[in-house]
């Protein structure tokens, strides 16, 4: 069956940085477009970056120039590189694959930015 694990959260001052792994199973990763959500307290889930299986790579607006979505595909692993990390990026990190008809997620990772 598909299986999505996250690491890599953790609290960090702001200004700092993190970076996020999702490791995938039972899919065939290459083939596939793969993407990071956030969920803030109180807030609805987000899309905050993808990368398509061409490795082309799309970002919301509050993130780029900061966040950097990567893949390696010899490791089925996804990559969430996140730097000047601001309060409003606290949340719950999942990692998600489209596939029809309902996609994939994982458990989520905790990203808390505080001082």
């Known amino acids: 069956q598909v299986q999505l694990v996250e690491s890599g959260g953790g609290l960090v001052q702001p200004g700092g940085s993190l970076r996020l792994s999702c490791a995938a199973s039972?899919?065939?990763?290459?083939?596939?477009?793969m993407q990071w959500y956030r969920q803030a307290p109180g807030k609805q889930r987000e899309l905050v970056a993808r990368?398509?299986?061409?490795?082309?790579?799309r970002y919301v607006d509050s993130v780029k120039g900061r966040f950097t979505i990567s893949r390696d595909n010899a490791e089925n692993t996804v990559y969430l590189q996140m730097n000047n990390l601001k309060p409003d990026d606290t949340g719950v990190y999942y990692c998600n694959v489209p596939i029809p008809p309902i996609g994939y997620w994982g458990q989520g990772t905790q990203v808390t930015v505080s001082s």
């Open positions: 039972g899919i065939i990763f290459s083939g596939n477009a």
């Open positions: 990368i398509s299986s061409d490795g082309s790579t």
